[in-house]
């Protein structure tokens, strides 16, 4: 056994017997940890309110050799954004984030980078940034940081340079595509100049400056298409988060 300690954020929690819980965290040092808290739903003295979805925490565990679950010793919350998410769409933002980073982060596959983009996307994201400029913020630095984000100067498809005048069509979960390419694409979408001026800021910007940058985020646009789909053809998974977010977006 081996105990072990590291800043993290709470991406999971799911039930386990009569009394446990297995929480997922992401960890800056150690990346994804999947742990056994014990007793966590009988008594909630032990780990009170670190237990809320994104809380930051500092997590004390064990662990097991040959175990795909350790044991969580101790989760002392370190920074909560509860209050904020009693907003029911920044909540599914919230879950979004959460889903895509759990899915996304591998064990003993430190990710430093991607830890302090979580912090800035929540912070700015509770400071009144659009939640949809916040996950399409998110969604476009974790391709970038994993390397997969599309070439927005080149055709997926014939690799074509692209002048700067030319169309920019999305394959969904294909990257780009030219004119000539993206007539065999079922779906193709334009991306206006609004989403590439989105791409622009995103490239350059912290998060809580894209709140201008809102329009261009919604769900069922280009950009949506290109960003999401290509983190899903990544993650090789649908993330189920994004459902809620939209159906709030389109309750009246």
């Given amino acids: 056994m081996r105990r072990r300690q590291d800043e993290a954020y709470v991406v999971g929690t799911q039930e386990m017997g009569e009394a446990d819980l297995i929480v997922t965290l992401v960890a800056e040092s150690a990346g994804l940890v999947r742990g056994v808290a014990p007793s966590a739903r009988r008594s909630r003295k032990r780990f009170g309110g670190a237990l809320e979805p994104l809380t930051r925490v500092r997590a004390s565990w064990v662990e097991r050799e040959g175990r795909d679950l350790h044991r969580i010793e101790s989760l002392e919350p370190e920074r909560s954004y509860a209050t904020m998410q009693s907003e029911p769409?920044?909540?599914?933002?919230c879950a979004v984030l959460a889903e895509v980073a759990g899915t996304t982060s591998r064990e003993e596959q430190p990710d430093p980078t991607v830890f302090r983009l979580m912090g800035a996307v929540l912070d700015a994201l509770?400071?009144?940034?659009?939640?949809?400029?916040?996950v399409r913020y998110f969604e476009f630095w974790e391709l970038k940081?994993?390397?997969?984000?599309?070439?927005?100067?080149?055709?997926?498809?014939c690799g074509k340079e692209l002048a700067a005048t030319d169309p920019r069509l999305?394959?969904?979960?294909?990257?780009l595509r030219c004119a000539p390419c993206a007539r065999s694409v079922a779906g193709a979408k334009r991306l206006a100049s609004a989403d590439l001026a989105f791409l622009r800021a995103a490239a350059g910007s912290p998060p809580a400056a894209m709140q201008a940058h809102a329009a261009a985020s919604r769900p069922g646009g280009a950009l949506e298409a290109l960003l999401r789909g290509t983190l899903e053809a990544f993650a090789e998974k649908r993330f189920r988060a994004y459902r809620h977010l939209a159906a709030l977006e389109e309750a009246p």
Wanted: glycine content about 22%; aromatic content about 4%.
């Fill in 145 to 157: 940081l994993h390397g997969v984000l599309p070439d927005l100067a080149e055709c997926g498809g």
């Fill in 89 to 93: 769409i920044r909540q599914a933002a």
């Fill in 126 to 134: 509770e400071g009144g940034l659009d939640p949809f400029a916040a």
């Fill in 170 to 175: 999305v394959a969904p979960g294909d990257g």
